[in-house]
Nanobody
Framework: QVQLVESGGGLVQAGGSLRLSCAAS????????VQWHRQAPGKQREWVAT???????NYADSVKGRFTISRDNAKNTVYLQMNALKPEDTAVYYC?????????WGQGTQVTASS
């Protein structure tokens, strides 16, 4: 069983920055891809960003140019650097790992950007 632990959430003013971390209990080399998703109150969970095992990244239009997904292979950790945060970025952020055909989710971390 693979465990994912997110951290780094918090409360910031609009325009501020946060860096989220997703630490995996297994070698990151065994993971096909890692994604960040988010869910705001009363809304469906939405995809935010992806990084593949080959290092290819992709972003939702709403965060492109402001968020950056990266990984540290030695620490088995994937990061989401979030800059220029907006109130509409407020949500619980989850990381998801795909290993073969199995999908694993973390418990989530709250991000609040106040206006």
């Amino acid at each position: 069983q693979v465990q994912l632990v997110e951290s780094g959430g918090g409360l910031v003013q609009a325009g501020g920055s946060l860096r989220l971390s997703c630490a995996a209990s297994t070698s990151i080399f065994s993971i096909n891809l890692v994604q960040w998703h988010r869910q705001a109150p009363g809304k469906q969970r939405e995809w935010v960003a992806t990084i593949t095992s080959g290092g290819i990244t992709n972003y939702a239009d709403s965060v492109k140019g402001r968020f950056t997904i990266s990984r540290d292979n030695a620490k088995n950790t994937v990061y989401l650097q979030m800059n220029a945060l907006k109130p509409e970025d407020t949500a619980v952020y989850y990381c998801r790992a795909l290993i073969g055909t199995k999908s694993y989710w973390g418990q989530g971390t709250q991000v609040t950007a106040s206006s």
